[in-house]
C-alpha cells in the first residue's frame, strides 16, 4: 500500500513537472488570437504581416489599419528621401557655383559674326517652353511636399502654409498633363538627333570644351544635351507614369505598388531638378550665346561653327552658308 | 518670347482641360464611398 502511495506521488511529480515545462515554452509558438483583447499591435503585426478589419463602405481596401511595409515607406519619405533630395539639390548648386566661379562664362572666342542661323524652330521652341513652364512649377509645387513642412511652414505659419500647399497640389496634378504632352513631343521631335554615336566618346573625353579652350566637334546635338534629352525622356518618362499611378490610386496596383511608385517618382524627380540646374546654368550664364538658341531661336554662326561646327557645315552644305542672315546690332545672352 | 508666352497659354488650357475632364468622369467622394448603411 505503501509503494502504491510512492508511486502515485512519482506520476502526479511528473505530470506537474511536464506541466510546468509546457507553460514555460515561448509565447510566440502559440496561436494568436486576433479578436482577443489583450493581443498587443506589434504581435499581431508579426503574426499576421498586417492589421486588417472589415468596413462596410464599398471599398474593402480600406480595411487596411496597419502594414509593415508602411513603416519603412514613411522612414524613407521623412528622412531619406530628404537626404537624397537635399544632397542632390544642393551639392548641384555647390558644384555650378564653384564652377562658375573658377571657369566663368564659357566665351565666344572668335567673337561675335553679325550673322545669325537659325538653331530651333518656333514649333520646337513652343514645346521646350511649355515642358521647361510646367517643369518648373511641378519641381517648386514637388519640392514642397516633400521639404515644405519642415522648412517652409516655421516660416509663414500653419494657415498660409495649408493654403499654398493645397494650390500648389493642384498646379502639381493639372499641370502634369501639358509637362506629359511635353515630354512626349520633345522625344519625338528631337529624336533623330540624340542617337549616341562615336562623336559623343569623343566629345565627352574633351571635356566638352567646358575646361580649357577646346572646341570638339559636335552635330545637332552633343553628348552633354543628348543627356539632358534623354534624362528628360526616361525620367520625364518614369516621374509621369509613376505620378499618374499615383494621381489615381488603386486603379492600377495595390498600396504596396503605390509607394513603391512613390519612391521612384521622388527619387527621379530630385534628381531630375538636380540635372536640370545644370542645363538651365549652361544654357544661361554659364555659356555665351547659348539662351539666343531658345530665345529668338538663331545662333551666331560664330557660335555654331565653335560649339556645333558639324551641324553648321551640314546647314551649309543644305542651304549654303549665304543663308545665315545679317544681325543688325549683336546682343550679349548674359 | 511669342513661343515663351503661347507655351504658358497652351499650358494653361491644358490643365484646365484636365480638370474639366476629371471633373466629369470621376465621382465625387460622397458618392463613391456612400452605402445605404453609410452616408459621408
Known sequence: MASFGRYIRVVLGAWAFLLIVLMSMPSSAQQVNPTASSVKEQQLLQELNRIQGRVSIPDQRSGVLEQPAGRDWREFRNVTLRWIGGIAIIGMLAVLVIFYLSRGMVRLESGRSGRSIVRFTPFERFVHWMTATCFIILAVSGLNITFGRPLLLPLIGFEAFSEWSQWAKYAHNYLSFPFTIGVVLIFLIWIAGNIPNKLDIDWLKRGGGMIGHDHPPAYRFNAGQKAIYWIVVVGGGAVAVTGYQLMFPFYLSGIEGMQIAQIVHSVVSVLFVAAMLAHIYIGTIGMEGAFEAMGSGTVDVNWAKEHHSLWLEEQNARTGPNEARSQPAATPAE | ?40
Do not use: D
Not at chain 2, 504658358?8 to 465621382?27: H, M, S
Open chain 2, 1 to 40: 518670347m511669342k513661343s515663351f508666352l503661347l507655351a504658358c497659354i497652351a499650358a494653361g488650357i491644358f490643365a484646365v482641360v484636365a480638370v474639366v475632364v476629371l471633373n466629369t468622369i470621376q465621382e465625387p467622394v460622397q458618392r463613391a464611398f456612400a452605402t445605404s448603411g453609410v452616408r459621408l
